[in-house]
Nanobody, 120 residues
Framework: QVQLVESGGGLVQPGGSMRLSCAAS????????MGWYRQAPGKQRELVAT???????NYAEFANGRFTISRDNAKNTVYLQMNTLKPEDTAVYYC??????????????WGQGTQVTVSS
């Protein structure tokens, strides 16, 4: 069984920074792409950023220049550093990963989500 557990959400003032973490656990053979998505109230879930196993990032336009995705393959963990946060960044942020278990194909997994609220 695989679990993705996010941490680091909360309340931050506009212009502030926040770092999210997501750790994968279980009988993991290998994790390929990891990423972050978000869903604001009344809106569809959208891509924030993804990162390949080799460390190549891909960002949504709104995240470029403000957010940085990184990962630690040894810890099966992905991070999202968010700077210059805006009220419109308020959303539930979800971790996502393509994970291959021993003797099985790769499957896509989601974390439970962590709330990020940007407000004064």
């Amino acid at each position: 069984q695989v679990q993705l557990v996010e941490s680091g959400g909360g309340l931050v003032q506009p212009g502030g920074s926040m770092r999210l973490s997501c750790a994968a656990s279980g009988s993991i053979f290998m994790i390929t792409t990891m990423g972050w998505y978000r869903q604001a109230p009344g809106k569809q879930r959208e891509l924030v950023a993804t990162i390949t196993r080799g460390g190549s990032p891909n960002y949504a336009e709104f995240a470029n220049g403000r957010f940085t995705i990184s990962r630690d393959n040894a810890k099966n963990t992905v991070y999202l550093q968010m700077n210059t946060l805006k009220p419109e960044d308020t959303a539930v942020y979800y971790c996502n990963a393509d994970i291959k278990l021993q003797l099985s194909p790769s499957y896509n997994y989601w974390g439970q989500g962590t709330q990020v609220t940007v407000s004064s």
